[in-house]
Nanobody, 115 residues
Framework: QVQLVESGGGLVQAGGSLRLSCAAS????????MAWYRQAPGKQRDLVAI???????SYADSVKGRFTISRDSAKNTVDQQMNSLKPEDPAVYYC?????????WGQGTLVAVSS
């Protein structure tokens, strides 16, 4: 069973930065893709960024130019650098790993932004 553990959330002022990290129990390259999602209170869980095994990357329009997803093969993590955080970015951020037969989620890490 795959385990994903997120870290790096916290409280930051608007305009500030945070770096989230997702540690996987299996090799990050064993998944077809890994992604970051977020869910604000009362809202659905939305895709933020996704990176495929081959390295293709996509972002939600709302975070393009501000967030960067990357892989650290030495640490076996998928990270998300979040810059220029806005009041609309606060949410629980979840790591996701998927294959044709797997859809694994972490427990989430909370990001809060103060204005």
């Amino acid at each position: 069973q795959v385990q994903l553990v997120e870290s790096g959330g916290g409280l930051v002022q608007a305009g500030g930065s945070l770096r989230l990290s997702c540690a996987a129990s299996g090799s990050i390259f064993s998944f077809d893709a890994m992604a970051w999602y977020r869910q604000a209170p009362g809202k659905q869980r939305d895709l933020v960024a996704i990176i495929s095994r081959g390295g293709s990357i996509s972002y939600a329009d709302s975070v393009k130019g501000r967030f960067t997803i990357s892989r650290d093969s030495a640490k076996n993590t998928v990270d998300q650098q979040m810059n220029s955080l806005k009041p609309e970015d606060p949410a629980v951020y979840y790591c996701n790993a998927r294959t044709l037969t797997l859809d694994a989620w972490g427990q989430g890490t909370l990001v809060a932004v103060s204005s």
